[in-house]
C-alpha cells in the first residue's frame, strides 16, 4: 500500500487548493479513505473520509468548505478546500484503512486510519 500526496502549497486566506493522493498496490474503492493534517505544536486531527461505499464525514472545523472525492479509474483521492483560513495551516496526509472487510462498506474512521502517505504541506497566509 503507497499513498503520495501533492497539491500543498502557499495561498492566501479565502483562496482554494485540490491537494491529490495516487494510491498504488492496492484499489482504492475497496477501502477507507481520508485526510489527516497536523500543524506545529499541535495534535494531528482527521479531515476527512470516505468510505468504501461513498459516505463522508468531516471535521467541524471544515464542514462546508473541503469536500473529498474519489476517482475509481485513476486510483486516486482528492480534497477539494474552499475558504482557507489561516488556521487549515498544516502538513496533509492521505490515508487509507481495511476496515471494510471488517466493519462493512461504512466504515469511515475518522480517529485514524492504517496506511499513511508522506504529506504535503499547506500554508495559508492571512
Known amino acids: 500500500v503507497q499513498l503520495q500526496a501533492s497539491g500543498g502549497g502557499l495561498v492566501q486566506a479565502g483562496g482554494s487548493l485540490r491537494l491529490s493522493c495516487a494510491a498504488s498496490?492496492?484499489?482504492?474503492?475497496?477501502?477507507?479513505i481520508g485526510w489527516f493534517r497536523q500543524a506545529p505544536g499541535k495534535e494531528r486531527e482527521g479531515v476527512s473520509c470516505?468510505?468504501?461505499?461513498?459516505?463522508?464525514d468531516y471535521a467541524d472545523s471544515v464542514k462546508g468548505r473541503f469536500t473529498i472525492s474519489r476517482d475509481s479509474a485513476k486510483n486516486t483521492v482528492y480534497l477539494q478546500m474552499d475558504s482557507l483560513k489561516p488556521e487549515d495551516t498544516a502538513v496533509y496526509y492521505c490515508?487509507?484503512?481495511?476496515?471494510?472487510?471488517?466493519?462493512?462498506?461504512?466504515?469511515?474512521?475518522?480517529?485514524?486510519?492504517?496506511?499513511w502517505g508522506k504529506g504535503t504541506q499547506v500554508t495559508v497566509s492571512s
Open positions: 498496490g492496492f484499489t482504492l474503492e475497496h477501502y477507507a
Open positions: 490515508t487509507a484503512d481495511d476496515g471494510p472487510k471488517l466493519y462493512g462498506s461504512s466504515w469511515c474512521p475518522l480517529w485514524g486510519m492504517d496506511h
Open positions: 470516505m468510505s468504501s461505499s461513498g459516505r463522508t
